[in-house]
């Protein structure tokens, strides 16, 4: 998408303390290699619907990690596996939710991936016409490039 003129990013997300972390600067590396602009990152959350779900597959998949990690999601959360309360819900608190977030502010620092003006506004001169018959551009007026009048409607 990038090599096509496309603003293109990445969103580092979940973000799971003691799995997913220490892959951070690896990820971003590979984003910006690939023409990414801009970058985030999210922790992890684990809303009431999730957190049964979540334990049971890091249970299964990782059972030699799974006491640490939900350990280190609880000190991110206030003791619980999930925070709802706005301004944090996305961040955590304390020093293990503070940590991957320096690392990444510093990688995406480095790597450029942090601008503000990365390219985000729309531009409609990248639009193109949709393509000839027989495709999905069909269902178009090909003039106008928007559905026909005579178009059934319900």
Do not use: Y
């Amino acid at each position: 998408m990038a090599q096509a003129g496309i603003s293109t990013g990445v969103l580092v997300s979940p973000l799971i303390p003691g799995l997913t972390d220490q892959d951070l600067e690896r990820m971003l590396v590979a984003a910006a290699q690939a023409g990414a602009s801009r970058a985030s990152s999210l922790l992890i959350r684990l809303p009431l619907e999730l957190k049964d779900l979540f334990t049971d597959w890091l249970q299964t998949h990782f059972p030699e990690h799974a006491g640490k990690v939900l350990g280190l999601i609880r000190q991110c959360r206030g003791g619980k596996l999930n925070d709802a309360r706005f301004g944090t819900r996305f961040t955590g608190t304390g020093p293990i939710a503070e940590l991957p977030q320096q690392r990444f502010e510093l990688a995406a620092g480095r790597l450029g991936l942090l601008r503000q003006d990365a390219g985000w506004e729309l531009d409609s001169k990248r639009f193109r016409a949709p393509g000839p018959a027989g495709t999905q551009g069909s269902l178009f007026d090909s003039e106008s490039g928007c559905l026909p009048l005579t178009a059934n409607r319900k």
